[in-house]
Structure formats: structure tokens, C-alpha cells
């Protein structure tokens, strides 16, 4: 198939279009480097450098590289910056987004999957979180994407553009090319790694009062190859005729802020300094994902659930990178078709 990826040269897009790669699929990166890398997609991937807003380019694109599907991780998804600066959330996820959907049906293009996120549940009342529990978004980033869920429905009834949402909770690792490299960093293995890595002197823990076993939150992390091959699933369910969905995708276990620093330590083989800062506000004790529909449904079954083992190809990428991209060396691009 020929599958245009939106923000393919982002940290999730861009694992996911080497994984579309090597399964045979003709992939076209659309992506106006605003956060993303062009390092990160390899020389024998057609790339554009567009806009999701540019409605002119992205049908050109559309139409010359005769695309069956579009996959769309475009987003800002900084929560603290959507709190600070909400139009632009709403502009780029939800006004643009909704340019691209329209792109896809004046070139009826009718398959989409899109990135959403834990964000949309808020402060859930009980764990895991299924699918059903209730939405309760707590900032305007999780709002937009919960805003585009809803579009994507209304979407589907009256045009028939299917659609799975992909609720991601917390990506995490790299694979031997691609890893995370976003400015400024704001999810807590880089962070920790950076720290391990001696580019941070510490790492703040925000809260140490929580109910839960050593105080400090808990989190599900989800290796981002899992995600990409979430997304070749949901690829393969529509081709197939499936109807418009969403699935949770989470690692079903929750490791808390002390746990993964300690894992960090162990992997690094070195002192991960912390400091105890106040909770943030709206920092829920626990988030862990049911992703049972999907595996049940999509067979989805992630391989790489282990917490040492996340952190371990995440640390292979960093002492790799040690400039996140800005330090890629010039032959990696070239060995990804091998
Ligand atoms: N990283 C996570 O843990 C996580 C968790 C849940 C959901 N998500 C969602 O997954 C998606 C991908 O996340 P990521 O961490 O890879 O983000 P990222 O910032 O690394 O990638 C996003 C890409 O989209 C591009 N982009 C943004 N706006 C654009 C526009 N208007 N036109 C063209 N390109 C544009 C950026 O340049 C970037 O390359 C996002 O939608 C994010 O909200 C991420």
C-alpha cells in the first residue's frame, strides 16, 4: 500500500515508517520539521516538507504518490505549553487535522489512523483504564485530541472515513536508527538518561506523598516499535473493511518514577542524582492501560515490555547520539533498507 505518514519525522512517526518500510509498504514522510528531524527518515523514503495546513501540498502529495491510507502523529503535545498557549493546541491538532481529513476526501482517500493519547481520560476513577472509562481530559492538549476522536466519528457516519484512534500512554526506547529527540524534552527516561549521560545534573521527582508503593507516580511506558507495529495492525484491520475504532495501547503494568530510575541505573551502571519538588498539579497518582481490545481484536501483542529492556535500547541510542540527530552519523540513513 502507499501510506502517506503526517509527522513521520517525529520520534513515534518516524519508528513507524521504518517498520512500514521493511513490511514493503511505498511510504511518503509529510512533515514541516517544525519538532521533528529530517535525519530521521531514511534517503530512500520519499519526504516532503509540508505543512498539514497547506491544503494545496498536501493534495499534490495525496494524489501524485496515489495514497491508499494516511497515518497522522502531527501534533504539539507539550502539556504545559498547550496550558500557556491553548489556540496554538487547537490550531495545529484540531484545525489542521481537520484540513487533512479534508485533503483525504477531496482525493478520496478513506483510511486514517491517528495518534491519540492517555491524556483524553484525565484523572481516571479506576485503573486500568479501558477504553469505556470515562473521558475527562484536564488540559488543553488532552482536549484537542479527545475534540479529534469525536471528529473522526462524525467523520466516519457521514463520509466514510474510517478511522483507529490509537490512545498511546507513555512512548518510550528507540530501535538501532530512530530514538527520542524532542526540545525541550519533557518524558522521563530521556530525561533520566540525560542525567545518567551527565548532560542534567539531577532529575526532579515531583511528589513523593502519592498512594502508591514508594510515593512517587506510576506510569505506563510502551516501547515505541510496539506502537509502530500497532499501527501496521490497524493498517491491516482496515484494509480489511474495519469499522472506525480506538484502542488503548499500553504495556498493562505500571512502573513508578523510582522504579525507572533505579532500572536506569542499573542498565547506565551509574548515579542518578534526584531532587523531591512538590507534586504538579493535575499529575494523577496512577495511569495503566487496559489494552485488551486491541490485543484481542488486533492481536496486538507488544514484545518489548520489560522496563530494563525499554531503557536499554534507549541508552543504546543515546551513547549512539549523544546530540540526539544533530549527531546521527551520515551512514545510518543509508543502512535502513538492508
Ligand atoms: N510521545 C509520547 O509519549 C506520546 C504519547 C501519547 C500520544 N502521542 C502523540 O503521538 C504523536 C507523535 O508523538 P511524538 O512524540 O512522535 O511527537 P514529535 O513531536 O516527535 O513528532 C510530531 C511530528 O509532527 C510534525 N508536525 C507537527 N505539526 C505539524 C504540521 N502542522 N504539519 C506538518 N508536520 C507537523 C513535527 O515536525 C514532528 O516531526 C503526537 O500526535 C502526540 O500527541 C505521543
Known sequence: MSILVAGGAGYIGSVTVERLSRAGHK?????????????????????????????????????????????????????????????????????????????????????????????????????????????????????T??????????????????????????????????????????????????????????????????????????RDYVHVSDLADAHIKALEALGKGAATNIYNLGNGQGFSVLEVVQAAEEVTSRKIPCINSPRRAGDPARLVASSDRIREELHWNPQIADLRRIIETAWKWKLEHPNGYGSAPAAAKDRFAS
Open 27 to 143: 511510504v511518503v514522510v509529510y512533515d514541516n520539521l517544525s519538532r521533528g528531524h529530517r535525519e530521521a527518515v531514511p534517503n530512500q523514503v520519499t519526504f516532503v516538507q509540508g505543512d498539514i495546513a497547506d491544503s494545496a501540498t498536501l493534495e499534490k502529495a495525496l494524489r501524485e504518490h496515489k495514497v491508499d491510507a494516511v497515518m497522522h502523529f502531527c501534533a504539539h503535545s507539550q502539556v504545559g505549553e498547550s496550558v500557556k498557549e491553548p489556540f496554538m493546541y487547537y490550531q495545529n491538532n484540531v484545525q489542521n487535522g481537520i484540513n487533512l481529513l479534508g485533503a483525504m476526501l477531496r482525493c478520496d482517500v478513506k483510511q486514517f489512523i491517528f495518534s491519540s493519547t492517555a491524556a483524553v481520560f484525565g484523572e481516571p476513577d479506576a485503573i486500568p483504564i479501558t477504553e469505556e472509562t470515562a473521558q475527562h481530559p484536564t488540559n488543553p492538549y488532552g482536549r
Open 145 to 218: 485530541k479527545w475534540m479529534f476522536e469525536q471528529i473522526l466519528r462524525d467523520c466516519s457516519d457521514a463520509h466514510g472515513l474510517r478511522s483507529i484512534s490509537l490512545r498511546y500512554f507513555n512512548a518510550c526506547g528507540a530501535t538501532e536508527l530512530c530514538g527520542e529527540d524532542h526540545t525541550p524534552e519533557t518524558h522521563l527516561i530521556p530525561i533520566v538518561l540525560d542525567v545518567a549521560a551527565g548532560k542534567r545534573e539531577s532529575l526532579g521527582i515531583f511528589g513523593r506523598d502519592y498512594p502508591t508503593q514508594d510515593g512517587t507516580c506510576i
